[in-house]
């Protein structure tokens, strides 16, 4: 803990969302941990379905989270003070400090500016007290001028922390020269002078050929290009949010395992699939229509935010009767969290957690009644399997780890619950979760992450291939993130000057006029 002064900051921004400002930022906390020094990431505001709870069972951006294991420090809510979770069309779920405070109109802003500003700027305080520096990461662009007077995540944020910018541009998508001059143009001086230098990210190609596009760059803007990071492909870090949904699937194309997961419209914490889709011999597609759907070997309802808006999506889209006849020909069915919910027969919500239908018919896979509860339940969790017949063959007995995030209590047959939870927020219990009817191919969870588990995810797979009489290739070694995250830092390492980094972070000067601090109702 640093007790002497404030933490040192730097901030990434970026000319559009999916720049790259994400691993960037992963990137820096790694190398900084590297460096020696206690590091810390901070977005004021994250819009992402994709979410985890912190060890003390709080909710924030999964993003950050991943930043934070790369710093080599514990999750904590501060580092993602308020997190929007978008939820019918117009509609969206603020959560402040890791706890969902109100269902707001996406306007919200308006009202709810100033005392939000309030909790980010307090966030960001405590966290500067705590760590020697802090990795700050903006949200989209800091330019969106039809709405800057209510954007506390970019310039508000980097003015207050006296932070300076690296602005970064995605080439790979084309006008990267357009993005970053038209983003400097748009700024207001006093914000102009906090951008320290640009990375121009994504480059395919001799990175000599782009000598030329430095120097114009350096021209046109006056600012110096801190580095420019090629392409970095098989990245297994998650994405951050829905934009990086890969609708094309991920995997090998000529896979000998088909797997399908359904592309609901409000799909949340997709990166549950990750792991699937790395494995040689597998594909995972997101499957929107019927004509999408083909022969899949195993089909996988996802996490939701809305799970009665999209379990009626599935209906009208024609998916949840092929779902049943599917699972009637014998094709493996699972469903995660909101997904499990979908499973059942019955989802009742007497008091309106969700939304006005108070009770929704589910798809009847398994035996169960769901019933939403206005608290939500947020918890890092280990667990050990119970049962070891069907997708669990071979896995009784496995210890697993993963985390829960829902709102709804799950009841029905306790013989068919396949998963003992033994730990919530480290706090021992004896929980049962989930269900496994009888024949074992139909398995609902709460467990998000259950995937990430190695032995537990190649067992199914060999359980799925011994099924179709395959065999699938030689699995990939466990995952580590540590290698993961050392293989992101050497890399942007090699191409982006730290040496210059470090200077931005410590030759700051004061910027001219007072950001108002707002106050407080939460």
Known sequence: MNHNRLARVVMVQGTSSHAGKSLLVT???????QDGFRTAPFKAQNMSLNSCPTPDGLEIGRSQATQAAAAGVPAQVEM???????????????VVMGRP????????????????????????????REFDIVVIEGAGSPVEINIKERDIANM?????????????????????????????????????RLVKGLVVNKFRGDLAQFETGVDLLEERTGVP???VLPFLPDVRIPEEDGVGLPLDGLGDSQAVLDIAVMRVPHIANFDDFDPLG???????????????????DLLILP??????????WLRVQGLAERIRSARSSG??????????QMLGTRLLDPDGVESRIREAVGLGLVSTTTKFLAEKTTHQVTAVVETGHGLLAGCSGMRISGYESHKGDTTGDLEACPISVRTRSGRPVHLLDGRLDEDGLTLGTYLHGLFHNHNLRCRLLDNLARRKGVTLPDGLPAFDPDYEYDRLAVHVRRHLDMDRVYRMMEDRRPVSGPVPAGRSEF
Do not use: Y
């Open 331 to 340: 094709t493996a069915v699972i469903g995660i969290c909101a997904g499990f």
């Open 80 to 94: 993602n003070p308020v997190l929007l979770k978008p939820e019918t069309e117009g509609r969206t779920q603020v």
């Open 225 to 227: 290009v801190a580095g």
């Open 278 to 296: 790395r494995e040689p011999g597998v594909r995972v597609r997101f499957v929107g229509s019927v004509a999408e759907f083909g022969e899949p």
């Open 156 to 192: 508000r944020v980097a003015r207050h922390a006296d932070a300076p910018v690296l602005l970064v541009g995605d080439i790979d998508l084309g006008g990267v020269f357009a993005q970053m001059v038209g983003t400097l143009a748009l700024l207001e001086p006093a914000e102009r």
């Open 27 to 33: 990137a820096l906390c790694r190398i900084f941990r």
């Open 101 to 128: 405070v109100s269902t707001a109109a996406t306007d919200f802003h308006r009202s709810r500016g100033p005392q939000l500003w309030d909790v980010v700027a307090k966030a960001l305080d405590h966290l500067r």
């Open 303 to 312: 996490g939701s935010k809305t799970t009665v808006a999209d379990l009626d």
